[in-house]
């Protein structure tokens, strides 16, 4: 029977475990935060778990509806329609359906009318391939035109990727119009329910999971074998399986450091970072308002309990102030109490009403590797799953171009690499 290990406890690691499991394999899952989840982790809220970093699933996340049907849970999966808004000249503007495109008034009508044809051929066009020779700042100006890339588009690409925003390549922003859906799934009570579903489907098959433990390193022998090396000691496998970001792979593996590292360790990505707010009233009736309006610290305010009630997180209202940006960016390395002060002035911004008494609560939350930079000729620095150390793959977050991120993407890549490896007798 063959031995595994996979580093990694979010949707991707997870999911590989599992069917890796239910081929009738071992499995060992190495997972270095204490709870699983990776960024769709939570924390509890009254009866209920918050995601740490807000979450929601589209109508095309096929694969993340079929496992949470698959593990008992499609009963709590809702699709509420909320509000989404762009603030323009301090006004929240409704965009998100083809009637408010048509009302939206900071764009002349014949420019509205550009923009939905160009939104409908980009829902209609399968084959982003044909866009990558291409950035989404020359074609946004091109097909949509000067005023709706000044007005709509520039503003959000540049508080997402600040200097770095007229790099991007289009196929990224095509995947974002491409599958959207003006209904938002959302598993009631918490995400948090699917990945600790996921770890009890794992050990009831056998397998074994070790959170709260860091992997030191990856040592590969002659044999084809690999040693995984912990605080704990070292273990072998037959087969390892790396969910960490690129980086972290190689820094973990020395036979990767050399034409590998220079080949494919430049892929570059921001840290998320967000602050999450208990208030005791609303701030807002919108769900998720794009900040496009300068001089704000954070590019996404995302009023969580206008999605979901507040009384699943007892009657508290919850407010996500969204940010990705270089970890050398002051914000992951500034206090709580600091960032808090930076934020009141802008929701008093949005929100002349709002008095920081409002805020019962607050937690800060950083990760790193959270958003790949996607620029022109991404898809070839992106390594295959077979790494050079034989016996030893990689999929992480990276490599689900021309998506960045997503529980979904990572449970499909998952299954697919599962399904690609072939079943071998150990060698152990």
Sequence with gaps: MTRNAVLGGGALGLTAALRLVQRGEEVTLYEREPVPGGLAAGFRVGPSYLEKFYHHLFRSDTHAVAMIEELGLGDKLVWPRPLTSTLIGGKPQQLDSALSLLRFTPLPFQDRLRLGFALLYLRREPNYHRLEHTTAEAWIRRYMGERVFEVLWQPLLRSKFGDRASEIAMPWFWARTHFRSTSLGYLRGGFQQLYDSLVGAIETLGGATCFGTEVQAIIPHYDGTLSVRTAAGEERFD????????????????????????????????????????????????????????????????????????????????????????????LFSMSPEDILARYVPALKRVNPSFDESWITEYQMFKAPFAQPIVTLGYPDRLPAHQTPVMNLYLANMSQVYPQDRGQNYSIAMAERLIESLPVATSRL
């Design 239 to 330: 087969r390892v399986i790396s969910t960490l970001p690129t980086r972290l792979t190689i820094n973990l593996t020395q036979e990767l450091q050399g034409e590998y590292e220079r080949q494919y360790g430049t892929l570059q990505s921001y840290g998320a970072h967000c602050a999450v707010l208990m208030l005791d009233r609303p701030l807002t009736d919108i769900y998720w308002l794009n900040i496009n309006d300068p001089g704000y610290p954070f590019l996404a305010l995302v009023e969580h309990t206008n999605y979901m009630p507040p009384e699943d997180y007892d009657g508290k209202r919850i407010v996500y102030l969204g940010n990705y940006l270089p970890m050398t960016n002051e």
